[in-house]
């Protein structure tokens, strides 16, 4: 999920001139550049299939497990 100014930008679709104005920050701030691309690599992270994958099957698994255990 994109948070604006934190891990991206968002912009209204017709808004050339506040996407321009989006890009060129990113351009010309370093700082927030470095800022904006960890934030999205850790959303990208948290996101990641096998890891939501494998937190379904261990949820699931102690679901079973207490299920059986009764």
Same mark, same amino acid.
């Given at each position: 999920?994109?948070?604006?100014g934190e891990n991206?930008?968002?912009?209204?679709?017709?808004?050339?001139?506040?996407?321009? =104005? +989006?890009?060129l920050a990113l351009?010309?701030?370093? $700082?927030?550049?470095?800022?904006?691309?960890?934030?999205? #690599?850790?959303? =990208? +992270?948290?996101?990641?299939?096998?890891?939501?994958? $494998?937190?379904?099957?261990?949820?699931?698994?102690?679901? #079973?497990?207490?299920?059986?255990?009764?």
């Open positions: 999920m994109i948070k604006d991206g930008y968002l912009v209204d679709p017709k808004d050339e001139i506040g996407l321009a =104005r +989006k890009i351009i010309t701030d370093n $700082s927030l550049k470095q800022k904006i691309s960890s934030n999205a #690599i850790q959303v =990208r +992270k948290s996101n990641d299939l096998e890891l939501i994958y $494998s937190r379904l099957m261990n949820y699931l698994n102690e679901i #079973i497990y207490r299920h059986n255990k009764r």
